[in-house]
């Protein structure tokens, strides 16, 4: 375990290398960071535009200016917004807290609720439970989540307002324009929607995998051998039916988790959600290179550790997996 642990971190050094760089390649070709520094910077000096590409690795070729930049970025000399001249990791630490807030919470929910409806689908395979959670997990999955976002702002806002004269949810923010200080309960009200619009996919999709995974586990022959022993019912179901159907289960919760750092994008765009997604789209419409890079490491470096993090746990779930 120990051993593959450390080699699965070794590869992940020169894979974040190769990925960050091409990442490099792509923005600058992309969003031509110093046509979008002059743009946002009319009036700057040649010094000011010298000193921007230098410490963003522009002023020489590809490779040279990616390791330029990876020197400036790993001793936290971080050059500021093109837009505003902002520091970089204020912002960019306020829009991953949130992202990770509002992700964590609808993949928990929607992964355990999903979970638990394939499981109570699978057990009755056929059945009238089993065609019900069928449907509603392919109506989860069809209908895009802007669709179920703007159903939710209107029913919530709109409508309760006009039915009951106050809305039931806030439909943006994270707390109200001038709010000041910590408040879970007023928080938890505006993550409510988005929570529920994310989740709804989740549940959709994780319904169907666990449903399909322990079907075939239920099916497999030592599960058989396993009622043939005696074994009650309630073990075989949790010691080695969940246990072993889990296995593929796992890999896709990893690269989901993973990839909840780089934002969701389109309910945090409809609902105003100051998360990792709008951080990316305010900075990718104005080109703001500094903005980006640090917001592309952190996704890939994300999505890298979780895939790890399901390599390591699957000798958790079987024991008949030899990691080392």
């Known amino acids: ?45 040649k010094v ?51 992202t990770v807030r509002l992700g964590s919470l609808a993949t928990f929910v929607g992964v355990v609720v999903g979970l638990m409806v394939g499981m109570f689908a699978a057990l009755k395979p056929g059945s009238r439970r089993d065609v019900a959670v069928n449907t509603a997990a392919f109506l989860g999955i069809s209908i895009p989540p802007y669709i179920t976002a703007v159903l939710f702002q209107l029913l919530f806002a709109v409508y309760w307002s006009r039915w009951f004269g106050h809305t039931l949810f806030p439909t943006s923010g994270v707390y109200p324009p001038g709010h000041m200080g910590f408040d879970l309960v007023l928080m938890l009200k505006h993550m409510a929607l988005p929570t529920i619009v994310v989740a709804i996919q989740v549940i959709a999709v994780y319904s169907r995998y666990m449903r399909s995974s322990l079907l075939d586990v239920l099916n497999s022959d030592f599960m058989r051998t396993a009622r043939s022993k005696g074994i009650s019912e309630r073990q075989i179901l949790f010691k080695h039916g969940v246990r072993n159907a889990l296995i593929p289960v796992v890999t896709i919760a990893a690269l989901d988790i993973g990839s909840i750092i780089g934002g969701l994008i389109i309910t945090e765009n409809i609902f105003a959600y100051p998360g990792m997604g709008m951080y990316f789209l305010s900075a990718f419409d104005t080109g703001d290179f500094p903005l980006l890079m640090p917001w592309m490491v952190l996704v890939v470096f994300s999505t890298l550790m979780f895939n790890l993090i399901a390599d390591v746990s699957y000798a958790f779930l079987d024991p008949r997996i030899r990691l080392d």
């Open 1 to 45: 375990m120990l051993r593959f642990t450390i080699k699965r971190l070794a590869w992940a050094v020169p894979t974040l290398l190769l990925v960050t760089f091409l990442v490099y390649i792509a923005l600058r070709l992309g969003t031509d960071p110093l046509q979008s520094y002059l743009r946002a910077n009319p009036r700057a000096t």
């Open 48 to 98: 000011k535009i010298a000193q921007y590409k230098s410490v963003n690795g522009l002023s020489s070729n590809y490779v040279l200016g990616y390791f330029s930049w990876l020197k400036n970025f790993v001793t936290f000399n971080w050059p500021r917004s093109i837009k505003g001249s902002r520091e970089v990791w204020p912002a960019l630490k306020d829009s991953m807290v949130n």
